[in-house]
């Protein structure tokens, strides 16, 4: 195994060029060539690769080594199921007090991810953040769809950030966080196109 300070920051900027798009899903990943352009030995890489596959950000066949991962239309709906059942449970559980603040100089995705992990930090519940950060990777480069597939997503996000800063009432948090998940698996084709390289709807 890599040493931490080495195995980090190389898993991070493998996992980092996952989330944003880098490489179209199915790509083959060639260790040897990204060992080179991050500066480092062919083991971090490795080893990145390998936790990356154990969270579903990459796929390992033995012969055929290691491709990004294709995210489907199924797969697509039942990661928004559950990353809308946990954070459900993490509103139900989490005590009336304020929210960790998402910074306002962060992009839309990467505002997304922070708000969610937000609310799920209130439930104080490590499981619930841990699923909930590990969903929101492997949703991270779908977000860079939303306004192209369903349009006016700061005004929804605005809302959904300021019920959950604000500490509104479950109810209404409730129904903001049921239609930003209802929209998305609506469109959940249009998701899975793109992801494709068919940008046809």
Request: proline share 5%; charged share 25%.
């Amino acid at each position: 195994m890599s040493p931490a300070h080495v195995f980090e920051p190389t898993y991070e900027a493998i996992k980092r060029r996952l989330m944003t798009g880098a490489w179209p899903g199915g790509t083959r990943i060639e260790a040897a060539r990204l060992a080179d352009e991050l500066g480092v030995s062919l083991t971090p890489v490795r080893d990145s690769l390998y936790r990356l596959n154990g969270e579903r950000m990459v796929e390992f066949t033995p012969g055929e080594g290691f491709h990004v991962h294709r995210l489907t239309e199924t797969e697509f709906r039942d990661l928004l199921e559950l990353h809308l059942i946990l954070l459900l449970a993490a509103l139900a559980t989490a005590p009336n007090g304020p929210a960790a603040k998402v910074p306002a100089n962060q992009d839309y995705p990467d505002r997304a991810s922070a708000l969610f992990l937000s609310l799920a930090s209130r439930s104080a519940n490590t499981e619930i953040i841990a699923s909930i950060a590990a969903i929101g990777d492997r949703l991270h480069l779908t977000r860079h769809f939303d306004e192209a597939i369903l349009a006016d997503t700061d005004r929804e996000l605005a809302a959904l950030e300021a019920a959950i800063m604000e500490v509104a009432p479950q109810a209404p948090t409730r129904q903001l966080l049921l239609g930003y998940h209802e929209r998305r698996a609506h469109e959940a084709g249009a998701y899975a196109r793109v992801l494709s390289g068919d940008s046809g709807r």
